[in-house]
């Protein structure tokens, strides 16, 4: 019979979840799960990254590691203006970028764009979002700001399914922080952070190994009941 940790190495040993990450910033989320990649501790493969920020440093960061990248950046090269690239041009070079990848899962790490529903539906996988705050509750931008503001006393981010509806997707998982009403929006948003650098590996890898599965969570099927209710939550103060 295999010890606990022959039986936890031969079930990493099946196929790697195929992971395309969309971003527009600096990619410190991406980095994590690049990490977690190459140390073994996440069963997936990032078979792709889609910019929509051409000098994003999320882009070098997957460069650095070997990863494909795409960017279909908002501003039209050459254009003074400053025009954007309509977002029906953006979705339909990242469509053609993700069927040609065909990822089991799609992640939105720090993408700050809004996608219609065509486009969410079409895809061929999954998507996740993370955002910072405790959803329902922050839905948009700003949510350190509005969080110190309220004078709430708990704050966190969120990881949930993608839907047509901005930030309303069903909740999987959240990370949880006490507020510090002497700190400013900038250190909540920086102690956020690193919530989302555990809780984003977190939740690839319940996805990965079946526990959380987006289809059944999607469908109108009964939850288990031998399972918890959604979201799941952690409690990481620091
Ligand atoms: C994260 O704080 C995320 O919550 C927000 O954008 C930020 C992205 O950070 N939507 P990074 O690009 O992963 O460093």
New binding site residues.
Partial sequence: MPNISQAQSSSFDSKPLKVAVL??????????LIDAMQAGSLPIEIVGVISNVKD???VTRAQQANIKTAVFSHITEGDKAGKRMGIKTFERHATAQLNEWQPDLIV?????RVLSGDFIHSAPAPMI????SLLPKYKGLD?HQRVLESGDLYHG?SVHLVTAELDAGQVLTQAMLGVNKQQTAEVL?SR??QL?HQILPWTILLIAQGVLNLEQINSDAKPSPYLPALPLKLWLDN
């Fill in positions: 971003v527009s910033g600096s990619g410190s989320n991406l980095q994590v994003a440093y999320a939105l790490a720090g993408f700050m979002n993370l955002h910072p949510t981010c948003q956020v952070q989302e």
